[in-house]
């Protein structure tokens, strides 16, 4: 019988993180709803534990529109305080806000560079970073490329986009595939 990998131990066997972890981390999607689903969801986790947000992500689908961007965009400050009484959200009034405010800044980038897609991937030049890490200690918590686009996109207008939280967001959409090197969810 073969040993299971270090790589699901963050996933702490919780159904929802093992199903995060198993098809969607370290995946790399291209569409910009994900995208842009993924950049809010992020930030939403500052200062928390992403089991908290992956365990309140329906609400924040369901409230938010399925993070479609325009629909964000428009979200009035009359909605967006309503949303300060859901339990099911993060209750931080800078948080909430900010998903409307990035929505904007993201139009911006849409409308300057054709999509979040082309912006977010020109980064790594499209292409996907592919770590060969053997044990869950050795992946970083940033590297450069998350510091650069961190201050490119505070820049922007995106809130909570620190260089962690960067580089969070880049597992979560595949630009890094940082699934431990004998994990069977491991694409590549």
Known sequence: MTKESDCRLWAAN?????????????????DDRYIF???????????????????????YQKVYFNFDIDK??????????????DTGLIRNKNKIFSVRNNAIAVKKIIKDHGSLDSFIWSY??????IGRWEKA???PTETEISRKMSKDLKKLGISFVGPVITYSFM???????????DCAYRIY
């Open 14 to 30: 919780d159904p929802l993180l093992i199903e995060y972890h198993d098809h969607e981390w370290c995946h790399i999607s291209h």
């Open 171 to 181: 597992q979560s959409i595949g630009m890094v595939n940082d699934h431990l090197t």
């Open 137 to 139: 200690s050795d992946i």
């Open 124 to 129: 790594t030049e499209g292409k996907q970073i």
């Open 72 to 85: 964000c965009a428009s979200l009035t400050d009359e909605y967006l305080n309503s949303l300060m009484d």
């Open 37 to 59: 689903e993924m950049l809010c969801l992020e930030g939403q986790s500052v200062g928390l534990s992403w089991r908290t947000i992956i365990n309140k992500r329906k609400e």
